[in-house]
């Protein structure tokens, strides 16, 4: 019977692996550089460029056909009919124009004006008929001087190739007045085919150092023509001796450090190489680097999209290094180091979700350079990056997200860089008092009055933390690893139970009125649908505090399924809608993934499979927001293989749905993991069930251990929702067990400003929790009911549960003159309400941040209010507040007048006071106008604020006729009642 049993056994063995299918890995059929499409990107609002690059090189060769706006990041976009020159520096898929230095054009009149004055100028019509682009490659015709253009690059150097129609007439432009404001330059010939110099300039970076060594091919005819149009060392004109007419190459190499850098950096990468053999390195690098994933699929357009999505991730950071080992630092020093690579433009808000976890995997010796980078930053600059470009912090966009970046490489086993000096770094970050960390890191979560993108900020401060918590204990550091996990729970301070939703605390009541559909300075680029769900670290904690995940789920549907309207301020990186749902823009990019946490993972398979179908295509505007130096393509390259990161620094990927019937990632380390769908079509985007490395996978998904070890992860599809990830036990984790907190109390319902009474409701997110407070510190009282307060008051509280408390947090209440009211006789702008009406007279102030939706705006207007003292007054002074931030268009009122009145109908004059509103400041400042009043009666004031007819000639929006705004805040009034005197009685 024994040897009966073994032999059946072993025929089911056989017969099993016989049924597996054999998995090789993916092998390429055609060369990969082909299937880029640099095109992609360029319309819409991709924000991309198509000229030729490196793999993370420090030069992008493209033409510039747009000089300003928020389409024109790139320098290029492909609506555009003419083409001002061609420079050496662009961003990729940014939201703001920076770089474009160095501006070369040829034509065949000597001109200096660029023609888009509608004048006579360089630029040139061009067609996309004509114009080629590839990795390392771009070609177009001028049409205007039938010139025919080529370019192509290595790291830090470039060739232009140039043939001209005839050998009369060879003339090439250098501009370095080009674009962004300069401030300072140099043009210099050193020879009849070399020249030198720098450009220094001012936008996003606003002190941007860059040298360049230019050399030609033939000789100048005619030294440089600059002098006698006044243009010295800011434009010069080169005419050429080329009676063969052979195409004019022009070879340059560009450095941050120096002249002679950029001369070493084109002589080392470029020297006497051809125009082709460079472009033959250059393609041969990009075929080598795009092989890191290798795909199977039958439909070219998913081919162009995903090896045009990997090229966009392997564009930025930028090399920011000289082949000699120098580098310009964050302290605008030159340093020298030859043990990594150094680089520039992390654009962190957005990479640190997808784009550098995948560089964990494809790229770990170069992620391991990005963390020294950034390390070096910290040492230069004194803390690390949040978006650093050409050694300028830019102080854009939120978080600390250099942290998790460096927490996912080190605990995905990536090293070659100090970890103690790392987590050192890591805990600066977190310990600043700006950006609202002052308020994260007493009170828990960051107050509307406090700071501007309120929610947002606690929200990603929060997930940051988290990852210092990880890195923490995994160096066995428990006292710092206690210290950030309750930090990573801060999130449940800024969620309401009763809508569900992430919401701004103003004085610890939630802001009013709510709508989650308006777009507004308590979030980031978002409304609260778009960042509600942004709690990456701790997926089980939301579904608490949801409720479960039947209400979790529902959520989600409804984001999916809501309006695609948004109401409040126009954001325009809010694009690429389903319903609420913005993959456009980076807080939405996990959403889709979290159905696989809460049991429905067919739900997530659907809505991925949706997005990368009708979000990504193989067009100019393909992409369904700016590009963001690689996140909106990580996103597709990750989920077009099936899964995600949607919490990095932690080890799992989250299965969605394949894309490709076969995909092999080529790790650094020699092995290989290949993905394979079975059956998989349109139809079929459901997982039936799945099998890595020949057994069943009961859990919607893998490990980075998995990947990294080398394997085989195999899809079997359907053409309906199957069963497979739908018990609790096969769903992913993700939760915070260790040293849960007690969430703070809210003012559910209240008025802080009041003229009778208010009753005060209170509440708490966590259930069975209770409350604790106090008035003017009395004895602290559980809380029951609500209560009643009719004078003015400071009301503390905290919450407790099984023994554990929430911190204290108090609240003062204001008690008004209940017969003043006011009457607002011009608009202030909705966007800037500061709560409506009587908002001047509810005796809140506003801080120095214009966003926290404490001052009242008024865009082009005057501001005239007057004021009712509902009796007659001996009136002491009267005071207005009023901000100046002219970054912003805000300025001071040019005047301000006040007025009294005994009758409401005729007004005296007091006074006014003149501003000096247009006078230049790079300062934001409150600014107090008093009128002294000593005891005038009155039972009226009028105060009126005069807005600037015109900005002043030197702000960025006068040349638009742009309005100024002036920004006020609280109206007060010192005030004495007037004591009617006794009338005297007959003797």
């Known amino acids: 019977m024994k040897s009966i049993f073994i032999a059946i056994t072993a025929f089911l063995l056989i017969v099993s692996c016989s049924d597996r299918p054999k998995t090789t890995p ?46 024109g990041a790139s320098g290029y976009h492909y609506s555009d009919t003419h083409i001002y020159g061609f420079t050496h520096t662009h961003l990729s898929g940014t939201g703001v124009s920076d770089y474009a230095d160095v501006l070369l054009m040829p034509t065949t009149e000597v001109v200096f004006n660029n023609g888009s004055d509608g004048k006579k100028g360089y630029r040139s ?118 009676p063969k007419n052979e195409p004019i190459y022009v070879k340059i ?52 999209n995903f090896y045009t999505a990997l090229y966009h991730t392997m564009i930025a950071p930028n090399l920011y290094q000289d082949v000699d080992g120098r580098y310009r630092g964050m302290d605008q020093k030159i340093h020298t180091n030859k043990d990594f690579q150094y680089y520039t433009v992390f654009s962190l808000w957005d990479t640190y979700r997808a784009a550098h976890p995948l560089y964990s995997i494809i790229e770990r010796k170069r992620t391991s350079d990005f963390v020294n980078t950034m390390l070096a930053k910290y040492d230069e600059g004194g803390i690390l990056p949040m978006w650093d470009l050409s050694a300028n912090y830019t102080g854009t966009m939120i978080g600390y997200h250099a942290v998790p970046v460096i927490a996912d ?62 890195m923490a204990q995994a160096l066995d550091k428990q006292n710092d690893y206690e210290t950030y996990i309750k930090r990573a729970q801060h999130y449940k301070n800024v969620f309401d139970p009763e809508t569900k939703f992430m919401r701004g605390r103003f004085k610890n009541t939630w802001t009013s009125p709510f709508d989650p559909y308006e777009v507004n300075y308590n979030y980031t680029e978002a409304n609260a649908w778009q960042y509600s769900f942004y709690v990456p670290q701790d997926v089980s ?88 130096c690689g996140q909106m393509s990580a996103w597709y390259v990750f989920s077009a293989m099936g899964f995600y990161p949607v919490t990095p620094g932690s080890n799992d990927y989250i299965i969605g749905t394949p894309l490709f019937d076969k995909a092999t990632i080529n790790l650094e380390n020699g092995k290989n993991f290949t993905i394979k769908a079975f059956d998989l079509s349109d139809d079929n985007k459901y997982i039936d069930y799945v099998r890595l490395n020949g057994s069943r996978l009961h859990k919607t998904f893998i490990t980075s251990k998995d990947i990294l070890s080398g394997g085989i992860l195999e899809f079997f599809m359907t053409d309906e929702p199957s069963d497979w990830g739908t018990d609790d036990d096969e769903a992913p984790t993700s939760a915070i067990s260790d040293f849960k907190i007690v969430p703070m109390p809210f003012i559910a319902k209240a008025d ?60 003062e209440f204001f008690k008004l003159d209940s017969n003043r009211t006011i009457t607002l006789q011009t608009n202030y702008a909705k966007a800037y309400s500061a709560g409506g009406p009587n908002a001047l007279i509810d005796g809140v102030k506003g801080t120095k941040d ?138």
């Not at 970050?429 to 700006?434: F, G, P, V, Y």
């Not at 604790?772 to 009301?795: C, G, H, R, W």
């Not at 040349?959 to 007060?972: A, C, P, Q």
Request: hydrophobic residues 35%.
């Open 850 to 987: 214009h966003r926290t939706g404490l001052w009242q705006g008024y865009e082009g207007e005057d501001v005239l209010a007057i004021i009712d003292l509902g009796e007659a007054k001996h009136v002491q002074k009267v005071s207005i507040n009023v901000l100046q931030d002219q970054r912003s268009w805000i300025f001071y009122p040019s005047e301000v007048f006040c007025y009294t009145s005994t009758d409401g109908n005729t007004y005296q004059f007091i006074g006014k006071q003149n501003l000096n509103a247009s006078k230049r400041s790079e300062d934001v400042d409150i600014r107090t106008i008093t009128f002294n009043l000593k005891g005038r009666t009155a039972t009226h004031l009028k105060v009126i604020a005069k807005k600037m007819e015109q900005l002043p000639k030197w702000h960025p929006g006068a040349k638009d006729n742009g309005k100024s705004w002036i920004f006020v805040d609280e109206i007060s009034i010192e005030s004495q009642p007037v004591i009617e005197q006794p009338e005297a009685k007959e003797m």
């Open 125 to 242: 019509k061009f067609s996309h008929a004509t114009e080629k682009a590839e990795p390392g490659y771009y070609k177009v015709l001028l049409e205007d001087s039938n010139i025919e253009v080529e370019l192509t690059v290595s790291e830090r150097s470039g060739i232009h190739k140039y043939q001209f129609p005839t050998s009369k007439n060879q003339i090439i432009v250098l501009d370095l007045e080009h674009r962004d404001q300069l401030l300072a330059s140099k043009i210099k010939q050193t020879s009849r085919t070399e020249l030198t110099g720098y450009r220094h300039s001012r936008s996003w970076a606003s002190n941007q150092k860059l040298f360049y060594y230019i050399k030609f091919s033939h000789p100048l005819s005619v030294d440089l023509i600059a002098r006698k149009q006044n243009l010295t060392n800011r434009k010069a004109v080169f005419q050429f001796d080329n």
């Open 541 to 628: 904690g939301l579904i608490e505090l949801m409720g479960g995940k039947e209400i979790l789920e529902a959520q989600l549907d409804t984001l999916f399924t809501a309006e695609s309207n948004t109401a409040g301020r126009h954001m325009q990186d809010i694009t690429g809608l389903i319903g609420q749902y913005a993959h456009g823009n980076e807080p939405s990019h996990h959403m889709a993934y979290l159905y696989n946490f809460v049991n429905k993972p067919y739900k997530t398979q659907e809505r991925v499979h949706q997005i990368l179908t009708t979000l990504y295509k193989n067009d100019p505007d393909g992409i369904a927001g700016n590009e963001d």
């Open 26 to 71: 993916a092998k390429k059929n055609k060369s990969l550089v082909s299937l880029v499409n640099p095109f992609i990107g360029t319309g819409g609002h991709g924000h991309t460029f198509p000229g030729a690059t490196m793999p993370f090189g420090m030069m992008q060769l493209s033409p510039d056909t747009r000089l300003e706006g928020w389409d």
């Open 409 to 470: 490489a080190y605990l995905k086993g990536i090293k070659g860089f100090d970890a103690e000096r790392a987590f050192k770094a890591m805990k600066h970050s977190a310990n600043k008092d700006h950006l609202g960390l002052k308020s994260y890191k007493s009170l828990g979560f960051i107050p509307v009055e406090a700071e501007s993108e309120s929610v947002s900020k606690t929200l990603e401060y929060a997930y940051d933390d988290w990852t210092i918590a990880k």
């Open 752 to 811: 802080i400003s009041f003229k009778e009474e208010t009753e005060v409701t209170l509440g708490i997110a966590q259930l069975e929790t209770d409350i604790f407070y106090t008035l003017n510190d009395s004895v602290y009282t559980k809380y029951e009911q609500p209560f009643i307060i009719s004078e003015a008051s400071t009301l503390k509280m905290y919450a407790e549960k099984e023994d554990e408390k929430s911190r204290t947090i108090a609240t």
């Open 253 to 304: 190499g560009i450095s941050a450090v120096d002249e002679d850098g950029a001369k070493k950096n084109m002589e080392a990468e470029v020297g006497d190489k051809t125009f082709d053999q460079v472009k033959e390195i250059a393609q041969s690098t990009w075929e080598k680097q795009l092989e890191k994933i290798v795909i199977e699929t039958d439909n070219q357009d998913h081919k162009i």
